[in-house]
């Protein structure tokens, strides 16, 4: 089976190319700032041999522009914008699909609700929450869409609504995980995948924003369905009391391990937090 090369962190490359994403819209407010930033980001992971560009929406919501005093309409732009800045890299590298971000209801809350699933927002919230950016994503001429770093079944059955509500979409859905069974809420992720299997919609199901060494069991509990998706952190840790990253994966011991989630039965792999365009050569070159 080929193996997809997906993108690494956005944000990370964003931040090393000198924007500063303090701020809760992350890497969204560059979509009115500095969006030739975002253009060469992707640019620089094509380069680096990335198969996928995944869009700046991850935290482009209706509600988190409103806060910034955007009306609808300037929001519905930035939200095509981040597909259109994507899809502009990938036809200058000459290959490559766009994912539009899908980022769960936790990164608008911008709390860190996204590691933990603890919402107090039901099923029925959720889905009218995500429904708005969701139209315009689906319309805005992605190849697929990516639903990710979803922390909580609730969410996932969310999801798995809408989608169901618009045919012509395909999407993967990628979990975040706080060990090698359970989503960040405790649910097990074989439930969260059950809601999905069979859906030809679904080009792949796995997780992100996960810590490395739980990607093994995970794959293991997701083989035999469909195409699984891995593009977990960098294996620093995020010390939430001292806001400060600890620990290291170099890009090497990256790619060294990208060959492992192959083997382990994942098609599509990349990376996410802290992860860097060097990452993506490393598995880029370690599974060609």
């Given at each position: ?24 819209l ?35 919501t ?13 929001a ?101 995980c ?78 060294e ?10 098609s ?8 860097t ?12």
């Amino acid at each position: 089976m080929t193996t997809l090369v997906l993108d690494g962190g956005l944000a990370t490359r964003l931040e090393r190319l000198g924007a500063d994403l303090s701020d809760d819209l992350w890497s969204a407010r560059l979509l009115l700032e500095e969006p030739g930033l975002i253009r060469r980001a992707h640019a620089d992971y094509f380069a680096a041999g990335a198969d996928v560009a995944t869009t700046a929406s991850y935290q482009a919501t209706f509600p988190g522009f409103a806060r910034r005093g955007l009306d609808a309409a300037e929001a519905g732009r930035l939200m095509r914008l981040s597909v259109e800045l994507a899809g502009q890299a990938r036809d200058e590298a000459g290959r490559g699909l766009v994912a539009a971000s899908v980022g769960p209801y936790g990164a608008y809350l911008a709390n860190g609700a996204e590691y933990t699933g603890d919402y107090g927002l039901d099923e029925d919230g959720l889905y009218a929450w995500h429904l708005p950016r969701w139209e315009v994503l689906a319309e805005a001429g992605a190849d697929l869409l990516a639903c990710e770093t979803i922390p909580s079944y609730p969410e996932a059955r969310a999801l798995a609504r809408l989608l169901a509500a618009t045919p012509g979409v395909k999407a993967w859905i990628s979990f975040s995980c706080r060990d090698d069974e359970r989503l960040n809420d405790g649910s097990p992720i074989v439930e969260a995948a059950a809601l999905f299997g069979g859906n030809p919609q679904v080009v792949a199901v796995g997780v992100n924003c996960t810590a490395p060494r739980h990607i093994p069991g995970l794959i293991a509990r997701l083989s035999g369905g469909l195409p699984v998706v891995v593009y977990p952190n960098s294996g620093e840790t995020w010390d939430a009391a001292a806001r400060r990253w600890t620990g290291l994966t170099e890009p090497g011991e990256y790619g060294e391990a990208a060959e492992e989630w192959r083997r382990a039965g994942a098609s599509l792999i990349g990376g996410c937090c802290r992860t860097t365009p060097e990452h993506i050569r490393q598995i880029r070159a370690h599974l060609s």
